[in-house]
């Protein structure tokens, strides 16, 4: 469905490829009630990627989609201009994320799963521009600790590696992955390294939105440890994300509507 109104929901969830080889939130068996599917909206910046409304078990409106590999012709900034907007217009105001990524650090293993709390941002083709504007963006604290704390706890119920409720993401731009070299540039800077916390994190203080991410390591970074394992990769991609999206849905539920942080004051309309 194109073109529809915007939804009221104050709860999103950026799918990526923690949770993409599930159907979600269907997999997860965490009683939620898909609504509608294939809404897509028209923005300012273009067509909005397909989504999905549905309803948690705690019954949280929530509007979900899939960003990892919608229209990889599409640079990733500009995709995120458009699914913010439609955040935006719908009044969300708690985001949840996901994603595979590399172990920068050496002593991160392959289902080993850190709730980042900073990051270090490498990009260099998204687009910086705001979706609402107006405010000046205060970055000291990027992740809501109330979502990463309810994140933190439903990842060890579930999770099948060891959970960090803390970390570094260093993000890049992608398509293409780091050298060996670049690798041990960025391990100065970070724990883990991956391609979608940028822009997510800051367009979501843009439009006053708590925000936290899971970050599933699926592999070794080029030149830590060892080389990649693929087969373990795919298993992880394909055996776990069921367990990934359960997460997800328990942290939601776990989350008051009125969670007491402080991210919005982190939102100003001049430091003076």
């Known amino acids: 469905m194109s073109g529809s109104e915007v939804p009221a929901v104050s709860w999103a969830v950026i799918g990526g490829s923690a949770t993409r080889g599930c159907s979600f939130p269907d997999d997860a068996g965490a009683g939620a009630e898909v609504i509608e599917t294939g809404l897509s909206f028209e923005t300012p910046y273009g067509p909005s990627p397909e989504m999905k409304l549905f309803v948690t078990a705690g019954g949280r409106r929530c509007l979900a989609v899939e960003l990892h590999g919608w229209q990889p012709q599409l640079p990733r900034g500009e995709a995120s201009r458009r699914l913010f907007w439609v955040f935006s217009r719908a009044g969300v105001r708690h985001i949840v994320a996901d994603a ?5 650090n050496p002593l991160l293993d392959p289902r080993d799963i850190v709730i980042a709390d900073d990051f270090v941002d ?7 521009r705001p979706v609402v504007g107006g405010n000046l963006m205060v970055m000291r604290d990027p992740v809501c600790p109330v979502l990463a704390s309810a994140l933190t706890a439903a990842a060890r119920r579930h999770a099948r590696g060891r959970v960090f409720d ?3 993401c260093v993000v890049t731009e992608g398509p293409r992955f780091e050298s060996r070299a670049e690798i041990r540039m960025m391990q100065a800077h970070g724990d883990i390294i991956g391609q979608s916390m940028c822009p997510e994190v800051w367009l979501a203080r843009d439009i006053g939105a708590c925000y936290a991410a899971l970050y599933v390591v699926v592999n070794y970074a080029e030149g830590v440890v060892r080389d990649w394992d693929h087969d373990l990769l795919a298993e992880i ?8 999206a359960r997460i997800v849905l328990e942290a939601i539920d776990a989350t008051g509507e009125d969670a007491p942080c402080q991210c919005l004051e982190l939102r100003k309309p001049t430091l003076l």
Do not use: K, M, N, Y
């Not at 490498?122 to 910086?128: G, K, M, Y």
């Open 122 to 128: 490498l990009t260099t083709d998204r687009d910086p």
């Open 166 to 168: 803390r970390g570094t």
């Open 100 to 104: 595979g990524v590399g172990s920068l």
């Open 237 to 244: 991609f394909t055996a776990d994300a069921a367990r990934h």
